[in-house]
């Protein structure tokens, strides 16, 4: 009737294979992260009993030597430490040193002993059973804690990569949320608050959140306190509500919805819950401030250059205007028939206050978006010629050499943006070149890029280098003109230019002054009205 020793032993080796399944290290994967939780001790030690009376059992029938099963009691006792706490453990050590010496040492069913051997052997057994037990039962719980800072090192590490790579909030918020339904094998959602406090789902999140689920996150953030599933604030929710604090103030909260299989959240992670809360709540942060600085910067780049054009704007109408008052006065005063020059310093002087106002009301249309071009054919030595009509008196003393080619296309262009490009790029040329210096206007065919050029030189100091990225820029002047113009000229020659599908560059060349040139693609026509 005595069962075969080979039956006990693939019960043991069986026992100890699920055993160490059950505790062997996991990875936060699967339903590695919820599942881990401890028996209740009651459990444990209804466990504990249910073993060793399994053993001892299959030992009574077995034709083993009460050595042998000391053995497999030993045995037992080290693989019940794997599984169960320290005092189920003490149990189990005490226990199966009793059930030994009752069951198995002779006389058997008897707790005397007549050997002194025996005596010594169930001694020895009771301490190293005891000793065994207590050692496997640290090394376990040292192993899980290991196992809790490593995956929480882990974890934390994708998350800080992943935020420190994103380059918005939008970008972050959607890699941290996506790391957080990996790492939880949850879903999650994060609700962002204004300046008054108002929370505002994020769209990267896959949680949705009903009317009661945002009551409860407002709670939670009005309180500055955890609430949901698994705290005593409505514990019946279905999802955790972590406010995300920094500071003081709460930037948000972060809601996880656990898996339904989630019975509680152990200390470990609870920890690393909150450690993704506070990463999450560093990105938005960080991400404020970024902006809080860039606005910062908005307002003062903004607040320089209004007082650039204020001063600019100024200036420029002081000197027409002072003009015009003088030769009004000598005109009430003295008659104009003594004064026939006076006429001719008012036009002079209300063109120039023109120009001013065309400029800054061109700006204005090219910052709105208002310049729709009217594209027909116009002859470039028409529009030249009606550009140094505008401007007068100003190219006094100056000569103007025109080098178009007969033959040079003509340009498919709004004949009245063309004429202000020219102004402005003859008059910018007057401005920064010695007083009777020959100014050059060069028509020329590019047929490798097929665009029709028309360049601009004068014979001044040139342009220096540190200044040529920021020359088309607004209220940017060269240094030898510091009060004179508003610094739009050539910000609205590149908007003219663009508007019409060419554009404005600065060449190099090894000569003194400077050379701008516009360029417009080379379009094909086939008829053209003589006139």
């Not at 040492?105 to 001694?123: E, T, Y």
Request: include cysteine.
């Amino acid at each position: 009737m005595s069962a075969p020793a080979p039956f006990l032993l693939h019960s043991l080796s069986s026992l100890y294979s699920r055993v160490l399944s059950l505790t062997r290290v996991t990875t936060p994967s699967g339903r590695a992260y919820w599942a881990v939780r401890e028996l209740s001790p009651a459990r444990e030690l209804a466990e504990v009993l249910a073993t060793i009376t399994a053993v001892s059992v299959a030992g009574w029938f077995s034709p083993l030597s009460y050595h042998a099963l000391g053995h497999i009691y030993l045995l037992m006792v080290i693989v019940l430490s794997l599984r169960v706490s320290r005092w189920p453990a003490l149990v189990a050590a005490v226990v199966s040193a009793l059930a030994w010496d009752y069951a198995f040492i002779p006389p058997r069913l008897s707790f005397s002993l007549v050997d002194f051997d025996d005596s010594l052997l169930l001694g020895t057994y009771f301490v190293v059973a005891l000793t065994a037990g207590q050692l496997t039962t640290r090394i376990r719980d040292q192993q899980r804690s290991e196992r809790h800072r490593e995956q929480r090192a882990t974890a934390l590490f994708h998350l800080t990569r992943a935020l420190a790579g994103s380059q918005t909030l939008n970008e972050g918020v959607t890699e941290a949320l996506t790391q957080a339904d990996r790492q939880f094998e949850a879903r999650s959602a994060l609700l962002l608050a204004d300046e008054a406090g108002k929370l505002t789902p994020h769209p990267a999140g896959t949680l949705h959140l009903n009317i009661p689920a945002l009551a409860l996150a407002a709670w939670s953030a009005r309180n500055k306190m955890e609430a949901g599933r698994f705290t005593d604030i409505s514990a019946e929710a279905d999802s955790l509500y972590i406010p995300l604090i920094r500071s003081g103030h709460v930037l948000g909260v972060l809601s996880i919805q656990p898996p339904g299989h989630a019975m509680r959240t152990t200390p470990q992670q609870r920890e690393l819950l909150e450690a993704f809360a506070a990463q999450i709540a560093l990105l938005i942060e960080r991400e404020l401030l970024r902006s809080a600085s860039e606005h910062s910067k908005l307002l003062a780049e903004s607040d320089r250059l209004h007082r650039t054009l204020l001063d600019s704007v100024s200036h420029e109408l002081k000197t027409p205007l002072a003009v015009l008052q003088a030769a009004a006065e000598n005109m009430v005063r003295e008659g104009t028939d003594r004064r026939r020059d006076l006429p001719a310093e008012i036009l002079t002087a209300a063109r120039r206050l023109n120009r001013v106002v065309a400029n800054l009301l061109s700006q204005s249309r090219l910052e709105a978006g208002g310049v729709r071009p009217k594209l027909d054919w116009c002859d470039a030595r028409d529009l030249i010629a009606s550009a140094r009509r505008e401007l007068g008196e100003a190219l006094a003393g100056r000569n103007v050499r025109l080098e178009i080619p007969a033959d040079l296309p003509l340009l498919f262009a709004d004949a009245l943006l063309m004429e202000q490009v020219i102004t402005n790029l003859l008059l910018n040329a007057v401005l920064y070149s010695p007083s009777g210096s020959a100014l050059t206007v060069t028509g020329s065919l590019d047929q490798a890029n097929d665009r029709i050029r028309l360049t601009f030189a004068d014979e001044g100091p040139g342009i220096p280098a540190e200044l040529r990225t920021q020359l088309f820029q607004k209220f940017r002047r060269g240094n030898l003109s510091a009060s004179n113009g508003l610094g739009l000229g050539l910000s609205i020659v590149r908007g003219f230019m663009q508007a019409q599908g060419g554009d404005v560059t600065v060449e190099e060349h090894p000569g003194p002054g400077a050379r701008l040139t516009v360029h417009l693609p080379n379009r094909a026509h086939t008829f053209v009205p003589q006139e």
